[in-house]
């Protein structure tokens, strides 16, 4: 058996919030649980899978008695709000009657995309889609993020890559990425590329540094 644990859950409560933030009792908790569920569901078809493709890499949800919000990081923000916020409008809208609870929206902006883990995963499964060389790809993704500040990155693709008969696993890594350190940032994400031979797994690790260090600056 493998001795993996998911880098986010690893961290969550120590150095990383959760991404629910609410309080129910028992009997309300499982309906809530799958509302949540469905709200990050239907944004990310919304949003991610139709145009825009407004590159939504992260949504958080918390809950008061009286309102829902929304908070959904997005790398353009410019597209999920739309000419004079119609588009935001509409999607606050669409979540009330999905909830039928009092929906607000907030939007924060990914200040760097290319050091994000969503953001890259997605990146590479759209470009594995159109039949790209996944070896120059998965290199360009890693240096622009060593480029734009990481201290290290490492992409993992499995499956029929390039149409072989056999699956396989491929990997690039640059610096280091230190993931038994609970201090460390590291950002991850796995993504799945439906191409023409078959479903395509895509794993970003990204090493942001230590939460000691971005706490003194």
Known sequence: MGQKTHPFGFRVGITEAHKSRWYAPKALFAELLVEDFRIRDYVDRRLNRTPPFAAVSDIHIERTREELTVI????????VIGPKGQEIDQLTQDLQT?????VSTKIIEVQNPDTDARLIAEAV???????????????QRCEAAMHAGAKGVRIQLSGRLG???????????????????LQAHVDYACVVSRTTYGTIG??????KGMYTDSEEE
């Open 163 to 181: 149409g072989a008969e056999m699956s396989r696993r491929f990997q690039t890594r640059l610096g280091s990425i230190p993931l038994s350190t």
């Open 98 to 102: 999905l909830t039928g609870r009092k």
């Open 202 to 207: 895509v794993k970003v690790w990204v090493f």
């Open 72 to 79: 959904l990081k997005t790398a353009r923000p410019g597209l």
């Open 125 to 139: 499964a759209e470009q594995m889609k159109k039949r790209s060389n996944f070896r120059r790809l998965t290199k």
